[in-house]
């Protein structure tokens, strides 16, 4: 029996958003979702040069330990993004989610960071394989909040791990064993946190086909606001010689990596590049697969013989109809040839159209500057203190678009580190008052680091006064009953609350004395 993939891809940029951040890969042996985040385009370069960096596992069959290949593929894409960011140090604070699915002989191993999802439908029975590194789902798992408070909380889009080129990149690994009859959906935030799960296994169960269930999915997603970008990747196991159905061989690219201006930016050396988008035409065989009939042949990318085909879907895109390549030639127009004679110059209409156009910049820019004046996002100075800033967080000709609006008071130091990520990379709110919640958040979380800290060394202050009075009763051989004890230890700073010293409290005094330790076990 050999199992393979059956797939299909597809992205659209929703309803709100102006562009797409999404990228993804569907190949034989690779499937891949990335989230980029960043604006200002930086979250598109970051998920693009992402999956261009895991792309390359599909060049060639897997290895011995698939893990260790995504892990080593994954601190590839990590250090890519480092190097981006040395270079073109505007990009700094961009970053990605990472869902991929690496197949071979029948084992799908899934690698994931972030809160892009992964699914499993078997047998008609949803499975999500990935858990999300989010803010709020640590606080579901902790009991602190129900999965019904996730979607109204303001921390809700808060990831606790990511690609961001600036950290170790810690994806979550395992390996599944695929059975025939099997259906992987890998999506992005856009579709999971819009479309409910019952909705999603009604849909993968319904719909035979990955092209029209991936279509069904975006307009489900749709239906639902489209608050985000809404990529999707559905692929089937099937056993190629127990069905007449085809397996999908035809590497897609989709989203922001499908568009990026220069290709080999997103997929170094997979080959010619198919361009997809979605005019309305469709280009499926009598068996469903994609048909390739009558398209032109790309052009090598990299000039490497045995290199795969390579279709990219664009944001709705998924029936081809064109081909693209880098360093190829297309007709131009010729342009009209001058007359010597004719041509008078019309000073009048060229000076009023200046003044015209001047204006339009003009009000622009005023329009453009208003605009800017009602963001806000949450952020750290180059003093390392929490400040909100009103603007938006980039630059232009050298120019800030932002300003310290109020000093929180709040030390970046002192921050918990599942917030501190965000606050380095700005936290963007949607109004003032957003903003002034994200503070408060942070800053209950930074008090409660320092009164477990404090009520710690409290502690260990009285248990030290206490067993240098018992020494000495001892000594001078007196009775120690009276002496008071102290209360029981109180519990140990959370582990995402930072080391003492940033509250000013020292290691050794929140470390319970010996003797007291000794008594906590019950030794005597």
């Not at 080999?264 to 469709?282: K, R």
């Not at 297309?330 to 200046?354: C, D, E, F, M, N």
Request: a negative charge; aromatic letters at 4%; glycine letters at 10%.
């Amino acid at each position: 029996m050999t199992l393979v993939l059956r797939y299909a891809v597809r992205s659209d940029v929703g309803l709100l958003r102006e562009g797409n951040e999404d990228s993804a890969y569907a190949g034989p042996r690779l499937l891949a979702v990335a989230d980029g985040m960043g604006g200002h385009a930086a979250g598109e370069v970051a998920s693009s040069i992402t999956i261009g960096s895991m792309a390359d596992l599909d060049s060639e069959p897997p290895g011995g330990d698939m893990l260790a290949e995504l892990a080593s593929a994954v601190a590839a894409a990590n250090m890519r993004l480092q190097e981006m960011i040395i270079a073109n140090p505007a990009v700094e604070g961009m970053g990605t989610t990472l869902t991929a699915l690496f197949w071979s002989d029948g084992h799908a191993a899934v690698c994931h960071i972030g809160d892009s999802r992964g699914y499993l439908l078997r047998e008609n029975e949803l499975y999500q394989i990935t858990h999300d590194h989010t803010l709020v789902q640590s606080l579901v798992d902790e009991g602190r909040i129900s999965v019904d408070d996730v979607s109204t909380h303001p921390q809700r889009s808060l990831l606790l791990r990511a690609l961001d080129g600036r950290s170790i990149a810690e994806p979550d690994l395992s390996v599944h064993e695929g059975q025939p009859g099997d259906r992987y959906l890998l999506c992005s935030d856009g579709l999971s946190g819009v479309v409910s799960d019952e909705t999603l296994r009604d849909t993968l169960a319904s719909i035979a086909e990955p092209e029209a269930v991936t279509r069904q999915l975006i307009e489900l997603a749709l239906l639902g606001g489209g608050p985000d970008n809404i990529t999707c990747i559905v692929a089937d196991v099937i056993d190629s010689g127990a069905t007449r159905l085809p397996p999908t061989v035809v590497p897609v690219l989709a989203g922001a990596a499908a568009n990026a201006a220069d290709p080999p930016l997103a997929v170094d050396g997979t080959g010619p590049f198919e361009v997809i988008d979605d005019n309305g035409e469709n280009h499926f065989d009598d068996d469903g697969q994609r048909s390739l009939n009558g398209m032109p042949s790309g052009l090598s990318l990299d000039d490497a013989p045995g290199s795969l085909p390579l279709a990219v879907a664009t944001q709705n895109g998924t029936g081809p109809n064109a081909v693209r390549a880098r360093g190829g030639h297309r007709a131009q127009p010729k342009r009209a040839a001058r007359s010597g004679r004719g041509g008078r110059r019309r000073w009048p209409i060229v000076t009023t159209t200046l003044v015209v156009l001047l204006a339009v910049i003009i009000g622009g820019g005023y329009l453009g500057w208003r605009v800017i004046q009602d963001q806000y996002y949450v952020g750290a100075d180059s003093a390392g203190k929490v400040v909100i800033y009103r603007g938006v967080n980039q630059r232009i000709a050298g120019f800030s678009l932002s300003k310290p609006y109020r000093q929180t008071g709040i030390l970046l130091s002192q921050v918990p580190v599942n917030y501190q990520q965000t606050l380095k990379a700005t936290d963007t709110a949607s109004s003032l008052t957003d903003a002034q919640n994200i503070v408060a958040t942070v800053s209950t979380a930074v008090s409660t680091c320092k009164q477990e800290y404090t009520a710690l060394r409290s502690w260990v202050t009285q248990q030290n006064q206490y067993q240098a009075e018992v020494a000495l009763a001892k000594k001078n051989k007196k009775p120690t009953t009276k002496i008071a004890k102290p209360g029981p230890q109180p519990p140990k700073a959370g582990p995402t609350c930072p080391a003492p010293e940033a509250f000013g409290i020292t290691d050794s005094a929140i470390t319970p004395p010996a003797a007291a330790a000794t008594a906590a076990t019950g030794h005597s």
